[in-house]
């Protein structure tokens, strides 16, 4: 069997419990605040294939990378114990991946999940990638026009791109538009190298 669908089998399932327990956003929200760690920190997607790792650590990782408020107790040797961390959907199902050694496909169970919650809720992934950072005012008038073109709801991801000199690339979906300095520099220059 191939990863994705042992991914997509995991995910579908965390989905439809979160839904029929009225969770699924919040359980969207842990996956998000894991994904960006992961991505953060790649030594803790290391950490979980570590077969030398106790579960007990392993679940602390996840439990410390899942909060979305993480930073308050992120350095802490050990989660707070309450009812909120030790008793949740979320926190059996990533008990669940531990004993069933499933922590190499945290990853992509994150995207089939974050899938599966956007197409339901309508909601287009937007990525707006500058040169600069950008103000959340520029962002906010930019998520309104997309929302008044789409009729759909925004979700926004930005990422600094140094390499692009200048102007923007933006991915609406599936649909990519590039007006960054880069390309038209490259188109340039390739235009240059065929009149030679």
Known sequence: MINGSIATRYARALYEEAKAQF????????????????KAEPELQ?????????KEKK????????????????????????ESYT??????????LLENNREDK??????????????????DLVVLETAVPVS?????????KIKEKTHREVECVCKVNPNLVGGFRLRIGDNRYDFS??????KIRTKLCQTR
């Open 23 to 38: 969770t699924d956003d919040i359980i969207y929200e842990h996956l998000g605040a894991l994904n960006r760690n992961m």
């Open 46 to 54: 290391t950490a979980l294939i570590n077969p030398r790792l106790s």
């Open 59 to 82: 679940m602390r990782l996840l439990i410390t990378a899942s909060e979305v408020n993480a930073g308050a107790w992120a350095n802490a040797a050990t989660p707070p114990k309450s």
């Open 87 to 96: 008793a949740t959907l979320y926190t059996r199902f990533l008990s669940m």
């Open 106 to 123: 945290i990853r992509l169970i994150i995207l089939v999940y974050r899938d599966l919650y956007r197409t339901e809720r309508k909601i």
């Open 136 to 144: 959340d005012a520029v962002v906010e008038k930019l998520v309104g």
């Open 181 to 186: 300095y880069r390309t038209k520099i490259d």
